[in-house]
């Protein structure tokens, strides 16, 4: 069955650290791979999108991998604030498809 | 621009009554989702329109639940009869497809079903 699998407990680092978070899929051929960081009550909002045929993308603090061998990607941020502080979701489209698929999320809390 | 507006924001209701949650996507989004998210589930998807026609109902959990987009502007999702375990933050989502890669959520509407 088709699964996306981001780590359930959650991530604490200390200010000034990097923080790596990780998104793993089964059965999929995914197009694209999106990131989204989601506050307490509000909707998720977009960060990065990756296709299939990228390695790396950059987005000032925050780098995304994409390893489709692995079927993994990591999303990095560099210098972590206390503002970065929050749920970070994997999201995978397939091919022919706008059908977005989303990882339950990983919690990240950055402390000073 | 306005933002994906999802009403109610907050919604408490009594097993059995109808549910109808509205959503009003982007001005010139062509494709509204539909999600919902638990904290055991995650974010799930139940269905997505693209210029206003469905095209993947499989996330629909049951025939309880029914949603509609009679114009590009507006889109519902309806619950009925609520249960329970229909409890969850409903999300509306829009993109144009053609700028295929990032999705716009709505705040969401917070269903609580005693």
């Known amino acids: 069955s088709q699964k996306i699998e981001q780590n359930s407990e959650a991530l604490n680092i200390q200010e000034g650290k990097t923080a790596t978070l990780t998104c793993n899929y089964t059965?999929?051929?995914?197009?694209?791979l999106q990131w989204y960081r989601q506050d307490p009550g509000r909707g998720p909002v977009f960060l990065l999108l990756?296709?299939?045929?990228?390695k790396e993308k950059r987005k000032e603090r925050l780098k995304v991998t994409f390893d489709t061998t692995l079927k993994q990607s990591l999303f990095h941020i560099t210098a972590s604030q206390p503002a970065d502080s929050a749920t970070y979701l994997c999201?995978?489209?397939?091919?022919?498809?706008?059908?977005?698929?989303f990882g339950t999320g990983t919690r990240l809390q950055v402390f000073p | 621009d306005a933002g994906v507006i999802q009403s109610p924001r907050h919604e408490v209701t009594e097993m059995g009554q109808e549910v109808t949650l509205r959503c009003k996507p982007i001005?010139?989004?062509?494709?509204l989702f539909w999600y919902r998210q638990t904290m055991m589930r995650g974010l799930e998807l139940l269905i997505y329109?693209?210029?206003?026609?469905?095209?993947?109902d499989s996330g629909m959990p049951e025939d309880r639940f029914s949603a509609k987009m009679p114009n590009a502007s507006f889109s519902t999702l309806k619950i009925q009869p609520s249960e329970p375990r229909d409890s969850a933050v409903y999300f509306c989502?829009?993109?144009?497809?053609?700028?295929?890669?990032?999705?716009?959520f709505g705040e969401g509407s917070r269903l609580t079903v005693l």
């Open positions: 999201a995978l489209s397939q091919y022919n498809t706008d059908k977005l698929i």
């Open positions: 059965n999929y051929s995914p197009a694209y």
């Open positions: 990756i296709r299939e045929n990228e």
């Open positions: 001005s010139g989004h062509n494709s």
């Open positions: 329109f693209n210029n206003n026609v469905p095209i993947d």
């Open positions: 989502a829009s993109w144009k497809t053609e700028n295929t890669g990032e999705l716009f």
